[in-house]
């Protein structure tokens, strides 16, 4: 059933909301997360610095400094992003604490200052995908109306491709977010995605079973990954189904409750 382009207000978040960006209320986000992000990354890191040496040719170079395909994405230390048992209660399903990601995300949530940086990044992309699982607790048929978790102006300020098997119109948002749902695949939704970013970058933004199909695709360009120091024995794992990949590490960076280790994905 195709829902009408209708909005309605998503389900009540509690208090303790939230892991902000991948789940937030934005009456409830943080100032950065509410903002309009930053425009046209500027990559200046180790491997820049390491293609300048060797005197990697500016073609190159300018190709992974606009247009990459970028991910980033919070695991368990044991590689899971999500707990078994999703429900809109708990959608972050059994997390290791409240259902709501505030272990997995306290890097951000409690010591926002010490990853500035890193926050900083995440929103900067000029399109985005993610999967239905990510926008929401609806399964199946969209028996109900759903606009996401982020209330009525989410964080994205850009087109968001939701990839499901369930066709629906277009959700325009307050702020310049419309959620476009793709149901022929992930190649498409990366299409139509890189359109609308123009020279900048495409953001995967979750959950594991979205970016492990475009890691699986060689899609991928940088792989930026925010580990915390706990483990979740089980639920959505990042790289399950994903054949060896050769990654270069361009970058670290270890604070009090995580560790942000960013790959490059060479193959
Ligand atoms: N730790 C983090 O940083 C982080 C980041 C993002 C999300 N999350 C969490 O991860 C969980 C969601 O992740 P997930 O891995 O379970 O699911 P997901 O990747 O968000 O969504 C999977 C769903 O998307 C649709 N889909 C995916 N690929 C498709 C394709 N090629 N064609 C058509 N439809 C496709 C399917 O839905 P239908 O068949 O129902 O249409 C599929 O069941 C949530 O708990 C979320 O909170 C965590």
């Given at each position: 059933?195709?829902?009408?382009?209708?909005?309605?207000?998503?389900?009540?978040?509690?208090?303790?909301?939230?892991?902000?960006?991948?789940?937030?209320?934005?009456?409830?986000?943080?100032?950065?997360?509410?903002?309009?992000?930053?425009?046209?990354?500027?990559?200046?890191?180790?491997?820049?610095?390491?293609?300048?040496?060797?005197?990697?040719?500016?073609?190159?170079?300018?190709?992974?400094d606009?247009?990459?395909?970028?991910?980033?994405?919070?695991?368990?230390a044991?590689?899971?992003?999500?707990?078994?048992?999703?429900?809109?209660?708990?959608?972050?399903?059994?997390d290791?604490?409240?259902?709501?990601?505030?272990?997995?995300?306290?890097?951000?949530?409690?010591?926002?200052?010490?990853?500035?940086?890193e926050?900083?990044?995440?929103?900067?992309?000029?399109a985005?995908?993610?999967?239905?699982?990510?926008?929401?607790?609806?399964?199946?048929?969209?028996?109900?109306?759903?606009?996401?978790?982020?209330?009525?102006?989410?964080?994205?300020?850009?087109?968001?491709?939701?990839?499901?098997?369930?066709?629906?119109?277009?959700?325009?948002?307050?702020?310049?977010?419309?959620?476009?749902?793709?149901?022929?695949?992930?190649?498409s939704a990366?299409?139509?995605?890189?359109?609308?970013?123009?020279?900048?970058?495409?953001?995967?933004?979750?959950g594991?079973?979205?970016?492990?199909?475009?890691?699986?695709?060689?899609?991928?360009?940088?792989?930026?990954?925010?580990?915390?120091?706990?483990?979740?024995?089980?639920?959505?794992?990042?790289?399950?189904?994903?054949?060896p990949?050769?990654?270069?590490?361009?970058?670290?960076?270890?604070?009090?409750?995580?560790?942000?280790?960013t790959?490059?994905v060479?193959?």
């Open positions: 059933m195709l829902i009408p382009n209708e909005r309605a207000a998503p389900a009540p978040v509690g208090p303790k909301i939230l892991g902000e960006l991948w789940f937030g209320a934005s009456h409830n986000l943080p100032r950065f997360l509410t903002a309009v992000p930053h425009r046209g990354p500027v990559r200046r890191d180790a491997a820049w610095e390491h293609d300048r040496e060797q005197g990697d040719d500016a073609m190159n170079r300018d190709r992974r606009n247009g990459r395909v970028i991910c980033n994405l919070t695991i368990s044991d590689g899971y992003s999500a707990g078994l048992n999703q429900t809109e209660e708990r959608p972050f399903g059994d290791g604490g409240d259902g709501w990601a505030d272990k997995l995300h306290a890097w951000y949530s409690e010591s926002s200052e010490e990853n500035r940086e926050i900083d990044q995440i929103l900067a992309a000029k985005f995908i993610m999967g239905r699982n990510m926008f929401g607790p609806v399964r199946g048929e969209w028996d109900r109306p759903w606009i996401g978790w982020w209330g009525d102006n989410p964080p994205y300020h850009a087109p968001v491709f939701v990839l499901t098997h369930h066709a629906r119109e277009p959700q325009p948002m307050e702020g310049g977010t419309t959620f476009h749902f793709v149901t022929d695949g992930i190649e990366l299409t139509r995605a890189r359109e609308a970013a123009g020279d900048g970058d495409v953001a995967i933004m979750g594991a079973t979205t970016i492990n199909q475009y890691l699986a695709a060689g899609l991928i360009d940088e792989l930026r990954l925010h580990i915390v120091p706990l483990t979740l024995g089980a639920g959505t794992r990042l790289f399950e189904g994903v054949p990949l050769k990654l270069e590490q361009v970058k670290s960076h270890s604070a009090s409750l995580v560790t942000h280790v790959y490059r060479l193959s």
